[in-house]
């Protein structure tokens, strides 16, 4: 496994559009790979997910904010994407 799990991000992506988010995978040209999440009723509202290991003594992946910032364990996709989506609701939603 890498530094960042694809499997994991599409999970992501999956509970995501679920939630009405316009979601994918982005792999940049180093290689490293995040998910780019936008609210279709707001474009401006945009956030980019990272997944990433806790540390080298613990095995727990996690999501991450795009400043790098651990938002919600790997194991639970859905709680992260409830995360994502509080943040890019408009206004009103």
Not at 6 to 35: D, H, I, M, N
Not at 40 to 65: G, I, M
Not at 66 to 75: C, L
Request: aromatic fraction near 8%.
């Amino acid at each position: 496994m890498g530094d960042d799990n694809f499997e994991l991000l599409e999970r992501l992506v999956a509970e995501l559009g679920a939630r009405g988010l316009l979601a994918r995978v982005v792999q940049t040209q180093s290689g490293r790979r995040f998910v780019r999440a936008i609210n279709p009723q707001a474009t401006s509202l945009s956030e980019n997910v990272t997944c990433r290991p806790a540390s080298s003594d613990l095995p727990d992946w996690w999501y991450c904010w795009s400043w790098g910032e651990r938002m919600h364990t790997a194991d639970d996709p859905a709680g992260a994407a409830t995360k994502v989506a509080r943040v890019l609701a408009a206004v009103g939603e």
